[in-house]
């Protein structure tokens, strides 16, 4: 009964701050609402016996990834009332229909799924399994994903580099 | 979870804030004393003994103030600022471990403890950048963007230097961390306990955690964030009363909460520096009186160490603002980038090599990689430019009046004739 | 049985990648719409992490959380670059408006 409560209260959060990120006009009001979305995620994650991913994911992307989105903000003074861009009206009905119709293409194929039995097994959650496996089997991938974030730290110093210097 | 356990955890919860708040006076009163004695002043010493409840005076004015609310403040995000920065803070020290008793501490034994701290202090950059951009004040702006810099750059740092501690000890569990460090020093001493200080590697990372420790809690010499004398207190500018209480609270308890991980993780925890206790051993041979007497100080000994651990540490806080000037901007980053990032990644492949061949080949790695530093420094310096520089003092010496008089009456008036 | 079902947890997911694409085709700021991105990236994480508890091995499972640490490290590279290009356009054109740059357009 507890993990139903936790869940529809973390699913209602997350909804409404999904829902506020996208209708609200202030770019850091938004990035607030998605730190608060990434938040309760975490604590779903949580529920779903990952715990390491879901600490990861409050270090990753509220404590990085979402302070990075909220500096370039303010460094380009994008929060302010008059740099607010107006918003597309035309689009705006259509696209919130190719949503409803992709949302509900999304929803049709989880009936799918419906006699799936969970097996929650605590230790797939730790970080000892985690990195075994990491590093093991999934070396590969691994190493590719350095490479990548390596070639974007460069990119992204090149990119911000002015072009005097 | 059963009543009982949810009473155990709410006691739990109960020790750690009542410790976090009622530590935060004395160590604001610990600090003003502490400066003001560096300094060569006094320092608050009117009210009460000491001047102990000087802190719960600054409190009950603080509370009487006006609250001011800047024009085009962002209201709701500036009122939600202090309550961001003050958050982390509180529930950061969840799972430090205080004592050997698994009832009363930590408030949380989880997997990833010490995942947890790194998450909940990388969560504390809000409050600061959030109170400088809805302040709508170009110096809070500034602070908060400096803060934001600030503290995701160094918390690379941390995360290498407690890497280093993960790595030694092999587990992300704290109260696992300390149990390691309990075995005897180096596998051989008996009397001394294995605190990760002790070791090349702990050593080095825990030089980087203390940098990295000053530099996201926004202390000096790291205070850019706050620089009262060039960005008017920065991202606080435009705060007053409960408000700038909640920031300043917040920054107290954030000293305390990252000393004790620092305790917890380099400095062997609630251990005792030397495993061996006179009491005890009276108490062992001669019995009587000294049983309960060595009974009680060996409950209440952890606590008492950790504690003592924890106030040297506070004491490093204050010593290091007293000591040092605040950094320049650049100068900050390239010590987190250029110096501390580059040494926890030799120092995290030192430890792995030590784990991996042993501690000679850990020692002949050290060696390399100071003498390659050296090699390198050497190869880099230039010849230092000698210039000589007169003070001016030194070129004009002054002679006061008087002792020319003095020197004798005789050169007075020898002057009074040949002057006219 | 009082576990959450699996299919909840789907359809969380889904809403939340649905509201992520509807952001990306409403927003004009591109920020908002990087942040619309990574929301959409959430839900898939959300769908790899639920999915793994329900797989019976544990090295089914343990491979569905490996990916989810994946994609985070991706979308981590991809904030950089992309906050990167957006810092430099906001140099060179003193707007970011996301409908205004189109030089590769004409």
């Known amino acids: 009964m507890a993990e139903r409560l936790v869940f529809f209260l973390c699913a209602l959060i997350a909804i409404s701050t999904a829902v506020g990120v996208v209708a609200s006009r202030n770019p850091v009001r938004s990035a607030l609402l998605l730190v608060l979305n990434f938040l309760t995620l975490a604590v779903l994650y949580f529920t779903l016996t990952a715990q390491f991913v879901g600490i990861i994911q409050v270090i990753v992307y509220a404590g990085a990834i979402m302070v990075l989105f909220l500096f370039v903000i303010m460094l380009l003074n994008l929060g302010s009332p008059e740099a607010q861009l107006p918003e597309r009206e035309l689009r705006r009905p259509v696209a919130w229909l190719l949503a409803i119709g992709l949302f509900i293409v999304l929803v049709s194929q989880v009936f799918l799924v419906v006699g799936a039995q969970p097996q929650p097994l605590v230790e797939a959650g730790t970080a000892r399994t985690i990195g075994y496996a990491m590093f093991t089997r999934w070396s590969f991938p691994l190493l590719i994903v350095a490479v990548l974030l390596t070639v974007g730290v460069i990119g992204s110093i090149l990119l911000a580099r002015r072009r005097s210097a | ?307 003592l651990k924890l106030g040297f540490l506070v004491f490093m806080f204050v010593w290091v603002r007293a000591t040092l000037l605040r950094l320049r901007y650049d100068q900050l980053m390239n010590l987190g980038w250029r110096v501390l990032i580059p040494v926890g990644l030799v120092n995290l492949a030192l430890l792995a090599v030590y784990l991996l061949y042993g501690w000679l080949a850990a020692l002949v790695g050290y060696g390399l990689a100071i003498g390659l530093y050296a090699l390198w420094a050497v190869g880099r310096s230039r010849p230092v430019e000698r210039r000589r520089v007169i003070l001016y003092a030194k070129a004009h010496p002054y002679i006061p009046r008087q002792t020319r008089a003095s020197e004798g009456q005789n050169a007075y008036v020898a002057q009074e004739v040949l002057h006219g | 049985m009082t576990a959450v079902p699996l299919s909840a947890y789907l359809t969380l997911a889904a809403f939340l990648f649905a509201i992520g694409a509807a952001g990306v085709l409403i927003k004009r700021n591109p920020i908002v719409i990087f942040m619309c991105i990574e929301l959409m990236l959430n839900a898939v994480n959300l769908t790899f992490l639920s999915f793994a508890m329900h797989q019976p091995s544990l090295q089914a499972q343990v491979a569905g959380h490996v990916f989810v640490l994946f994609v985070i490290g991706v979308a981590a590279a991809e904030v950089a670059v992309g906050l990167g290009i957006i810092v430099a356009i906001f140099r060179l054109r003193e707007t970011i408006d996301v409908d205004s740059v189109n030089l590769l357009r004409e």
Not at chain 2, 29 to 48: C, D, S, T, V
Not at chain 2, 232 to 255: I, L, R
Request: glycine content about 8%.
């Open chain 2, 1 to 307: 979870m059963t009543l009982g356990e949810l009473g155990w955890a709410l006691v739990r919860v109960a020790i750690v804030l009542g410790f976090l708040l009622g530590a935060l006076p004395l160590v604001i009163w610990f600090e003003r004393r502490a400066l003001a004695w560096f300094q060569n002043r006094i320092g608050p010493n009117r009210l009460g003994p000491f001047g102990l409840f000087q802190p719960i005076a600054d409190a009950v004015k603080l509370f009487f103030k006006e609250e001011i609310v800047p024009a085009n403040a962002d209201r709701l995000i500036w009122a939600l600022a202090p309550a961001l920065s003050l958050f982390p803070a509180l529930v950061a020290a969840a799972t430090i471990p205080w004592g050997p008793n698994r009832l009363l501490t930590p408030v949380a034994d989880v997997e990833i403890g010490i995942l947890y701290f790194l998450a909940m202090s990388s969560l504390a950059a809000y409050g600061v950048l959030l109170a400088g951009w809805s302040s709508n004040n170009k110096y809070s702006l500034l602070g908060g963007l400096r803060a934001s810099a600030q503290v995701i750059s160094y918390e690379l740092g941390m995360g290498l230097a407690l890497a280093t501690a993960i790595l030694a000890s092999g587990s992300l569990r704290m109260t696992e961390m300390v149990a390691v460090q309990a075995e005897p020093l180096w596998g051989t001493v008996p009397f001394l306990p294995n605190w990760l200080i002790f070791t090349p590697w702990g050593l080095v990372g825990a030089a980087l955690f203390f940098v990295c420790m000053l530099a996201e809690t926004n202390r000096a010499p790291f205070d850019l964030p706050e620089a009262e004398s060039e960005l008017v207190a920065g991202y606080q500018t435009e705060y007053s009363s409960m408000k700038f209480a909640a920031f300043f609270m917040g920054e107290y308890m954030a000293v305390l909460t990252i000393s004790g991980i620092m305790v917890t993780c380099f400095l062997g925890g609630y251990l005792a520096p030397i495993n061996w206790s006179p009491l005890q051993s009276l108490a062992e041979t001669v019995g009587g009186v000294f049983v309960p007497l060595a009974t009680l100080t060996a409950a209440l000994a952890p606590p008492f160490w950790f504690l």
